[in-house]
C-alpha cells in the first residue's frame, strides 16, 4: 500500500540549530514530491516540488532533497518564525484508472526557540 | 494575484444538519480538490474536480458530495452531519489537472466546521 512516513512527529530547535526533517514513501509510479509549511488553524503553504532522485531545491535557510526512497527537508540556523508544521506529499500513479493521486504524511511539528 | 478563497472561515452546526462549503480556486486554475484534516488523522483526500468533472474521489462515505461550476469555484457539501466530522476542511487549486499531470496544489486557509 503507498504510505508516506515523516519523521520525526515533533522537533524542538534552539535558534541557530540546523537540523533535517525526513519523508520516506513506498509508493507505485511516484510523480513528484511536495514540501509544505502549514501554520496553526492556516492552509498549507506551498514550499517546493521534486520530480526526481537527485534534485535540489532551496529558498532561504530550507533546502529540500529526494532520493529514491525519501526526501530531507534540511533547515539551516532556523529562526522561531520557521516554527510550523511541515508536511510532506507525494504524487503517485493509481494503477487503476491511470490517475496521480496526493499522498499526505501526517507532518512534522519544528518548533524553533530564541 | 488573489489566491485559494474559502468561505466561510468558521462554521458551527449541529448534528444531522447539512453544510455547504465554498472554494474559489487562484484565476486560471481549473483543477480543485478538497481534504479534510484532523489531528487524528492528518490531511485526507475527498475527491477531485477538473472542468465541473469529478475526476477522483476519497473513501469517504456518500453523506460528502461535490461540484464544480463552469467559472472553476467549486462546492463540498455534507449532510446528515456527524460529530466525527469536524474538521479543518481544506480547498487546493492547480492550474492544470494533477490528477494526470505533475503539477502543485495551492491551499486556502481552510473551513474550520465544528458539529455539536
Known amino acids: 500500500e503507498d504510505q508516506v512516513t515523516q519523521s520525526p512527529e515533533a522537533l524542538r530547535l534552539q535558534e541557530g540549530e540546523s537540523s533535517s526533517l525526513n519523508c520516506s514513501y513506498t509508493v507505485s509510479g511516484l510523480r513528484g514530491l511536495f514540501w509544505y509549511r502549514q501554520d496553526p488553524g492556516k492552509g498549507p503553504e506551498f514550499l517546493f516540488t521534486?520530480?526526481?532522485a537527485g534534485e535540489e531545491k532551496e529558498k532561504e535557510r530550507l533546502k529540500a532533497t529526494l532520493t529514491k526512497k525519501e526526501s530531507f527537508l534540511h533547515i539551516t540556523a532556523p529562526k522561531p518564525e520557521d516554527s510550523a508544521t511541515y508536511l510532506c506529499a507525494v504524487q503517485a500513479t493509481v494503477t487503476e484508472g491511470g490517475y496521480n493521486k496526493l499522498i499526505f504524511g501526517a507532518g512534522t511539528r519544528l518548533a524553533v526557540h530564541p | 494575484k488573489a489566491g485559494v478563497t474559502q468561505t466561510p472561515r468558521y462554521l458551527i452546526k449541529t448534528r444531522g444538519q447539512q453544510v455547504t462549503l465554498s472554494c474559489s480556486p487562484i484565476?486560471?486554475?481549473?483543477?480543485v480538490s478538497w481534504y479534510q484534516q484532523t489531528p487524528g488523522q492528518g490531511l485526507q483526500f475527498l475527491f477531485e474536480y477538473f472542468s465541473e468533472t469529478q475526476r477522483n474521489k476519497g473513501n469517504f462515505p456518500g453523506r460528502f458530495s461535490g461540484r464544480q461550476f463552469s467559472n472553476s469555484r467549486s462546492e463540498m457539501n455534507v449532510s446528515t452531519l456527524e460529530l466525527g466530522d469536524s474538521a479543518l476542511y481544506l480547498c487546493a487549486s492547480s492550474q492544470s489537472d494533477w490528477t494526470v499531470i505533475n503539477t502543485e496544489a495551492f491551499f486556502g486557509q481552510g473551513t474550520r466546521l465544528t458539529v455539536v
Open positions: 484565476s486560471g486554475h481549473r483543477s
Open positions: 521534486l520530480y526526481s
